[in-house]
């Protein structure tokens, strides 16, 4: 198998890593290109992988070719390399805003295409990826590239009509979770922690509370409620939090990143 990518910014690196530490894929197995020579140099010093700075020589060369640019740069990309692009190939995008009819509009022709919105957790091998494919694509080929994408995380098939909601819950949102830790932690700085014991404190707060979620498959709303002693410390803790308005604000912020990732 002879994977591609063009682009190798942090995405596609955290795609690779994965992919490659799990022995999906051997780095003589992977080529990139990239604008970037740097970019370049350091995606074939760390990971081992082919580079090389010319688009179409990728897409010529990968049987599954993953297009790893941001959204404003895909109709360049496809441009360039759409005419040596063969119908046996499998187009992975990772751009959010790109349906599958307008990657196939842009190539001209029938392809095979699947869409994707993968998360930077993928980074440490705790991504969670969404799919969705066109027509072309089989049942066998699906496997193939969810295997793929399982190499760095969770992957799950959805109707592409979510695949917008998906940018918002786990694409984008790593970022909230970042700054949820940030303020936790300087809180805790505030009041006299160290600031790295901080960081590691809430960090593996957030950490161990997401797997008891994923783990016990109870409501969230037990959890919490499971922590919230009468007349307590974390009740008191919750009631200033509704009082700022914590859910609406996430509740905001998550459909202004839905409504963004529409329009792009």
């Not at 694509?137 to 793929?148: K, N, P």
């Not at 307590?232 to 990143?257: D, N, Q, W």
Request: proline share 4%; glycine share 10%.
């Amino acid at each position: 198998m002879k994977l591609g990518f063009i682009g190798c910014g942090n995405m596609a690196t955290a795609m690779m890593k994965g992919i490659i530490g799990n022995g999906i894929a051997s780095p003589e197995e992977i080529i990139g290109s990239d604008v970037s020579e740097a970019g370049l140099l350091k995606a074939k010093d760390t990971l081992g992988i082919q580079v090389t700075g010319d688009n179409r020589e990728v897409a010529s060369a990968a049987e599954i070719l993953v297009l790893s640019v941001k959204p404003q740069f895909y109709e360049t990309v496809i441009d360039g390399i759409k005419d040596v692009v063969t119908k046996e190939q499998v187009i992975v995008t990772i751009a959010p805003g790109k349906t599958l009819q307008w990657v196939e509009e842009r190539f001209g022709r029938p392809i095979r295409l699947v869409r994707t919105m993968p998360n930077t957790p993928a980074l440490v091998g705790e991504g969670i990826t969404a799919a969705c494919r066109n027509e072309n694509v089989d049942d066998d080929t699906l496997s193939e590239v969810l295997r793929i994408l399982r190499g760095f995380g969770k992957c799950e098939v959805v109707p592409e009509h979510l695949m917008d909601v998906v940018v918002s819950v786990s694409g984008s949102s790593p970022a909230y979770v970042f700054m949820f830790i940030e303020a936790m932690a300087d809180a805790a700085v505030a009041d006299g922690m160290p600031r790295a014991q901080a960081y590691e404190f809430a960090a593996q707060a957030v950490y161990g509370s997401a797997k008891m979620v994923l783990e016990t498959g109870k409501h969230p709303a037990e959890l919490k409620d499971m922590v919230c002693s009468p007349a307590g410390t974390t009740i008191e803790a919750v009631r200033v939090l509704e009082e700022k308005g914590m859910r609406s604000a996430v509740f905001e912020a998550m459909k202004a990143c839905t409504a963004k990732a529409r329009g792009l």
